[in-house]
Structures are given as structure tokens and as C-alpha cells.
């Protein structure tokens, strides 16, 4: 199912992401990561992205979507994972192409009426708390920061692989936004 975009985001469309996105999707995360360099988060900026093969078992199991160009290229994506029962929002990217057009904000929306008609009463994510386009951002698209008594044992399994992998160098936080 493909669902318009605010008008602001123009004549994009939101699809299910397939298997001839994935080099695209690695793209956008590569070129939308280098942004975080702006902002002396050098290491961040230098992260790979997701493997293709990582990316393929979210789109085989349809929790994958892109919004597309007028050619129907992806130019953002967002790829969610069940998590203590909320949808968690793993990545959402934007190529910075194709920033400040509420594309993610879009996505996002995409990604709340999909979790809510399974039955989800929340979307959770994990992000920087002190990076404008992570946590401020999240707020004004309505989640909330979750304190550490509220975090879920998934939650808390994720905030550890992001610990090991280094990213706790900059205050980072676990939202969640009630459906």
C-alpha cells in the first residue's frame, strides 16, 4: 500500500521497500550519517550501514518502507523491529538531498498506522539527545523521553549494543510515542 505524504513533502509517495532499494538504502544511511561530522561526531559520521543482507530481512518480513522520487527511487527509508510489544523504529534516514521536506516525519506516520492496526500501542526508538534532527526532532513528532525505570528489558538490550558500539561517547536516550 503506498500512502501520500504530508503536501509539504510535494508528490513523494511511501512504499514497501524492495529487494533493488537496498543499495540506495545503504546510500542514504552512508550520506545522511555524514552530517553527524557537523557536529564533531566524527565516529558516527564514519559508521557503516546496515549490510545489504541485514536490510533484506527487513524488507522479506514487510517492515521496510521508502519514500520515493518522482522517478521512484528511494530518498529516505525507515525499517522498524518488534520490541517488547511496541514497533521500534531502528533507523530512519533522509538523504540530505532531500532534507527539510518532512519526509521522515512521513515515514514515521507511515510506520505508527502500520504498527497501530497490529495491534501496537506504541513506537519506541533509541537517538542523541543533544543532536537537533535525534531527540528535539522526535519530540515535536511526539515521543517523549523514556527514563531508565521505564525501560522495557529489549530497551535496555538495545542501549547495551549501543554502549559496545561505542555510541554512549554522546548522551543518548530511549523515546517512545503512545499510539
Not at 540506495?24 to 557503516?48: H, P, T, Y
Not at 521500534?88 to 521536506?101: I, N, Y
Not at 514515521?108 to 504498527?115: D, L, S
Amino acid at each position: 500500500m503506498s500512502r501520500a505524504l504530508p503536501e509539504s513533502a510535494g508528490e513523494r509517495m511511501i512504499r514497501a521497500a524492495r529487494e533493488t532499494d537496498v543499495a540506495w538504502l545503504r546510500g542514504i544511511e552512508v550520506a545522511a550519517g555524514r552530517i553527524f561530522a557537523d557536529v564533531g561526531m566524527d565516529a558516527v559520521a564514519r559508521d557503516e550501514p546496515f549490510t545489504a543482507a541485514e536490510l533484506l530481512g527487513y524488507i522479506e518480513d514487510g517492515r521496510a518502507w521508502v519514500a520515493v522520487d518522482e522517478a521512484d527511487r528511494a530518498v529516505a527509508y525507515v525499517i522498524v523491529k518488534w520490541v517488547d510489544g511496541p514497533a521500534h523504529v531502528e533507523q530512519v534516514s533522509t538523504h540530505p538531498d532531500h532534507a527539510g521536506r518532512r519526509l521522515g516525519a512521513g515515514l514515521i506516520e507511515h510506520v505508527a498506522g502500520w504498527a497501530r492496526e497490529r495491534g501496537a500501542d506504541a513506537l519506541t526508538l533509541t537517538t542523541f539527545v543533544d543532536v537537533a534532527w535525534n531527540a528535539p526532532y522526535y519530540e515535536r513528532l511526539g515521543f517523549r523521553p523514556l527514563a531508565e525505570y521505564e525501560l522495557t528489558p529489549g530497551l535496555r538490550e538495545i542501549r547495551a549494543e549501543e554502549a559496545a558500539h561505542g555510541l554512549d561517547r554522546w548522551p543518548r536516550i530511549a523515546m517512545r510515542r503512545d499510539l
